[in-house]
């Protein structure tokens, strides 16, 4: 007779609690409800003129792509998803109010600030309710490579000491696939798991969920079967990134301005730095930059670790917030870049790498970027050993490209800017 597991979170008020249609539901609810009653009072759904609709409606649309984007967020490594909440519904609500603006479409100011408030302490409450139960839990079947991993703050791993998963209940089991010495009962027991709807996840898998990283002692294929990124969301992110670098431009075009002054006020030399690039498809292009060495001095094509003393004092506070990229909006604008990808290195560095790496070239299946997941989760990296490392964190980034990955990245690299991580 099979023996019966029960799956972490699969009573029946564990999955109305932790179900995105329950927080789309109740939550929308209070979102839309409490502000309407609040300014028109009892009975305000029998009468909706455009500007009551039109407010509800931009209500309702915020609240659910922050619930999808925060949801989506959440399943990678590092997300932190406490420091995301405000962020994200604050920009789903610009987004929405934006339309309205554009589009000259009434709505109620008051009633649109009173959903924003609720949906904040909705998505904050929810996140402190259930902090404890988000973190994963996994058994892990003790064979084959599994024995290498560790458990962190987003996964717990309880490594079995007989296939048996009587008084546990777990998000998974964890077990190599390949191994070669695992035992009939063991193989038994993994059929029995999934005969109770508990999934069986391979070790290569759980390791990325923990590290963000995918080895690359291999290729990798993504959630499609496929090592191409998906083409639709390659083509959406082109368009994406050329409306936003046009919108950005009359606002970045005075600190452009400021920032090539002081760089000629503060030592000779040309404003700008171009250096050949290798970037989408291995296509060589001269990726823009300002200036922050002495123009006269030479050396690596690499910044040494430590005070390298080719940069000036107004090119260290440049690469510390990362002023210094910001002309590379031009190489967003020609199709050149993207806001977000893994980032694109010199053409002689690349030659070395691709020598020493194993996949190197992988990485130039997307546009490069001007941040990326290596850049937020890692930092700068210049020698093999980093670069390998480097190089993990972008295969992790192609083979889960996204829309809700880039926006977390997003979200990091407004937070590195004012702390200065991994700057050089």
Known sequence: MTRKYQRRHSRWYELLLFSLTFHLVVGMSLALFLPG???????????????????????????????????????????????NIMPTVSIAFLLVVAILFFTREGYTRQVMLSGYLVSVVWFYLGYFLGRRFRILKFAVVPFGNTHRLRGNSKVDLRLLDEPSL????????????????????????????????????????????????????RLSENEFGSLLPPLFYVGFKRVMDFLCAVALLPFLLPVLLVVALLIKRDSSGPVFFMQPRVGYRGRPFNMFKFRSMYHDMSGEDFTISGDDPRITPLGRKLRRYRLDELPQIFNILRGEMSFIGPRPESASLSEWYEQDVPFFSYRHVVRPGISGWAQVEQG??????????????????IKH????????????????????????
């Not at 010495?181 to 390791?207: G, M, N």
């Not at 093999?384 to 980034?397: E, P, S």
């Open 380 to 397: 700068y990296a210049a020698e093999v050993d980093g670069m390998t490392r480097k190089l993990q964190y972008d295969f992790y980034y």
């Open 401 to 424: 490209f996204s829309l809700w990955l880039d926006v977390l990245i997003t979200l990091k690299t407004v937070r590195i800017i004012f702390t200065g991580f991994g700057a050089r």
């Open 166 to 217: 009587d008084g546990l209940r777990v998000d998974g089991v964890m077990a190599d696939l390949r191994a070669q010495d695992l035992p009939p009962e063991w193989q038994k027991f993994l059929a029995t798991c999934t005969l109770c709807h508990i999934p069986v996840y391979h070790s290569r898998q759980i390791s990325e969920t923990i590290s963000g990283r995918v080895q690359i002692d």
């Open 37 to 83: 009653l609040e300014r028109w009072g009892w009975g305000f759904w029998d009468y909706l003129p455009d500007v009551r609709r039109n407010t509800l409606v931009a209500i309702g649309l915020a609240f659910t792509a922050s619930a999808l984007t925060l949801r989506r967020m959440s399943r990678f490594p590092g997300a932190q998803l406490g420091a």
